[in-house]
């Protein structure tokens, strides 16, 4: 089982950018799918963008396409989610998912705070 700690959050302005890191340990990195979702106040929590094991597939929701890229570092054990162009509507507490390619269930990490002001 991979565990996963989140972090890169914070409290920007609109039109400012981010970058949020997701470090996996205690598994196979290579072995892993990976994802961001992201939950805002009274909503539920909804996919952003997922990466396959290889890195070479991604999507991106349509609420964020054009502006955020996910991508991976295998070496690192590190999966990135770069934000641009923010806007207030993506606010949220942003979460890291791992899916193994050979088990079923994922991970989740705790979570990092992204609040963007008008």
């Known amino acids: 089982q991979v565990q996963l700690v989140e972090s890169g959050g914070g409290l920007v302005q609109a039109g400012d950018s981010l970058r949020l890191s997701c470090v996996a340990s205690?598994?196979?990195?290579?072995?892993?799918?990976m994802g961001w979702f992201r939950q805002a106040p009274g909503k539920g929590r909804l996919s952003v963008a997922t990466i396959a094991w290889n890195g070479v597939t991604t999507t991106h929701a349509d609420s964020v396409k054009g502006r955020f890229t996910i991508s991976r570092d295998n070496a690192k054990n590190t999966v990135y989610l770069q934000m641009n162009s923010l806007k207030p509507e993506d606010t949220a507490v942003y979460y890291c998912?791992?899916?193994?390619?050979?088990?079923?269930?994922?991970?989740w990490g705790q979570g990092t705070q992204v609040t963007v002001s008008s």
């Open positions: 205690g598994g196979t990195f290579g072995a892993y799918d």
């Open positions: 998912t791992a899916k193994s390619r050979f088990t079923t269930g994922s991970s």
